[in-house]
T-cell receptor
Framework: DGGITQSPKYLFRKEGQNVTLSCEQNLNHDAMYWYRQDPGQGLRLIYYSQIVNDFQKGDIAEGYSVSREKKESFPLTVTSAQKNPTAFYLC???????????FGPGTRLTVT | DQQVKQNSPSLSVQEGRISILNCDYTNSMFDYFLWYKKYPAEGPTFLISISSIKDKNEDGRFTVFLNKSAKHLSLHIVPSQPGDSAVYFCAASGESWGKFQFGAGTQVVVTP
C-alpha cells in the first residue's frame, strides 16, 4: 500500500532537547513538505523540498531544520531554538507541479 | 496575517441537507484552491480543487464555487451524510509553487 508514514504518533521531550520527526513515503513523489498545526489555526508550512538534496524554507522555518538525502525520506528536526515547539506536525508529499498533496497521519509533539 | 480565512469554526447540518462551507482570501495572486477533509487522528485528504480560470468545479456530491471578485470560495456538499462529519480546510496557492496558505478549518457535524 502506498502512503506516507510518520513516526512516532506521540512524542514527548524536555525543553532544550533537539528532536527529530520521521517522515517516509513510498508514493515515488519528488516533493515533500512539513507543516505545523496549532489549535484554531490552519496548517503552516515549515519547509518543503522539490528534489533530493534541495529544500526551501516555508513561512515558519525558524528553529527547525530538515534534510533530504533520499527521495523517500524528509526528516524534520525541531531544535532547542524553536520557542514554541509543542504542536501537531504533518508531513505531506506530491508530484512536482501538481497541487494535490498527500498527508501522513501526523506526530503530536509535546515539549515540557 | 492570515491570508485564508474560514470564519465559521463549526457547522451542524442534518443528514440529507446541504452543507455550505465558506472560505475568504486576501491575496489576489492566489490562482489555485483546494479543499481537504480531515478525520481525527488522521492527516488531511484531498477533496476537490478549482483553478482561478473556472468558477465552478463538481465531483459527485461536492461542488466548489469560486468568486474571484469577492475573493471567496465555497464548498457545497449535497446531500450531507454522516461520514462527512470531519474538519474541512481550504487552501490557496499562487505566488510560489508548493506553497499553500491554509484556513483554520471548519468542523462539520452531520446529524441524523
Amino acid at each position: 500500500d502506498g502512503g506516507i508514514t510518520q513516526s512516532p504518533k506521540y512524542l514527548f521531550r524536555k525543553e532544550g532537547q533537539n528532536v527529530t520527526l520521521s517522515c517516509e513515503q513510498n508514493l515515488n513523489h519528488d516533493a515533500m513538505y512539513w507543516y505545523r498545526q496549532d489549535p484554531g489555526q490552519g496548517l503552516r508550512l515549515i519547509y518543503y523540498s522539490q528534489i533530493v538534496n534541495d529544500f526551501q524554507k516555508g513561512d515558519i522555518a525558524e528553529g527547525y531544520s530538515v534534510s533530504r538525502e533520499k527521495k523517500e525520506s524528509f526528516p524534520l528536526t525541531v531544535t532547542s531554538a524553536q520557542k514554541n515547539p509543542t504542536a501537531f506536525y504533518l508531513c505531506a508529499s506530491s508530484i512536482v507541479l501538481l497541487y494535490e498533496q498527500y498527508f501522513g497521519p501526523g506526530t503530536r509533539l509535546t515539549v515540557t | 496575517d492570515q491570508q485564508v480565512k474560514q470564519n465559521s469554526p463549526s457547522l451542524s447540518v442534518q443528514e440529507g441537507r446541504i452543507s455550505i462551507l465558506n472560505c475568504d482570501y486576501t491575496n489576489s495572486m492566489f490562482d489555485y484552491f483546494l479543499w481537504y477533509k480531515k478525520y481525527p487522528a488522521e492527516g488531511p485528504t484531498f477533496l476537490i480543487s478549482i483553478s482561478s480560470i473556472k468558477d465552478k468545479n463538481e465531483d459527485g456530491r461536492f461542488t466548489v464555487f469560486l468568486n474571484k471578485s469577492a475573493k471567496h470560495l465555497s464548498l457545497h456538499i449535497v446531500p450531507s451524510q454522516p461520514g462527512d462529519s470531519a474538519v474541512y480546510f481550504c487552501a490557496a496557492s499562487g505566488e510560489s509553487w508548493g506553497k499553500f496558505q491554509f484556513g483554520a478549518g471548519t468542523q462539520v457535524v452531520v446529524t441524523p
